[in-house]
């Protein structure tokens, strides 16, 4: 079972969006494994937008992770993540080119093992007809 809201807010240039999103999901088996699993998760997020220039906008967010794995404890963690990106819009030799880049950090703390950190960066280029 999923549930969600999100709700956009125009704060002048900015618009924020503070979102959550619950999962409950009681699985008898999978494709992969054959023993049933229960786990819900919790998401709590919030997402900032601005428009820098006429085609470039910045895009900045925060989510907060809530796992619990009701059959294996040891499955169950919080998790943090910041990411930013940069949208460009724009035309090119007919083409509508659509470009993103930014930076995703997160921090995920198991209940029974070390906390872990990872990074990723990310360029994407998506070109198509009008």
Do not use: C
């Amino acid at each position: 079972m999923i549930n969600k809201a999100s709700y956009r807010y125009a704060l002048g240039r900015l618009s924020l969006e503070p979102r959550w999103k619950s999962e409950f999901r009681k699985q008898s088996r999978s494709l992969f494994a054959l023993e049933h699993s229960t786990s819900l998760y919790e998401l709590f997020s919030a997402v900032v937008e601005t428009r820098l220039l006429r085609a470039t906008q910045l895009q900045a967010g925060i989510e907060y992770l809530i796992f619990n794995d009701f059959d294996v404890d040891a499955n169950d963690f919080n998790s943090i993540t910041g990411a930013f990106q940069f949208t460009n819009q724009s035309q090119y030799l007919g083409y509508s080119l659509h470009a993103l880049a930014g930076l995703r950090i997160e921090r995920q703390d198991f209940k029974e093992r070390e906390a872990r950190y990872t990074s990723q960066t990310f360029i994407t280029i998506y070109a198509g007809l009008e």
